[in-house]
Nanobody, 116 residues
């Protein structure tokens, strides 16, 4: 059974930092592209950041470039999202994601709330 479990969300003031973690099981983790998405109330889920299977290539949505960093540890089956200089507009539920063909696999999500 493929499973993704996120942790690390919480309430933080604007300008603060959080580090999200996601542990994967049931897949050959080092083969998988991993991503973080987020969904704010009333908005569509959006891709925040992605990292290649080897960790050498990353992508970010423009709104988080320079503030967020995605990384992975293939020995621990973990992917991380370091979020710095958080803004109120970063408030959302953050989801870990991967593909296990033909399925799109999601974690349960972790809430990030940034107060102004």
């Amino acid at each position: 059974q493929v499973r993704l479990v996120e942790s690390g969300g919480g309430l933080v003031q604007a300008g603060g930092s959080l580090r999200l973690s996601c542990v994967a099981s049931g897949i050959i983790f080092r083969h998988n592209y991993m991503a973080w998405y987020r969904q704010a109330p009333g908005k569509q889920r959006e891709l925040v950041a992605g990292v290649s299977s080897g960790g050498d290539s990353t992508t970010y949505v423009d709104s988080v470039k320079g503030r967020f960093t995605i990384s992975r540890d293939n020995d621990k089956n973990m992917v991380y999202l370091q979020m710095n200089n958080l803004k109120p507009e970063d408030t959302a539920v953050y989801y870990c994601n991967t593909k296990y063909n033909p399925y799109n696999i999601w974690g349960q999500g972790t809430q990030v709330t940034v107060s102004s």
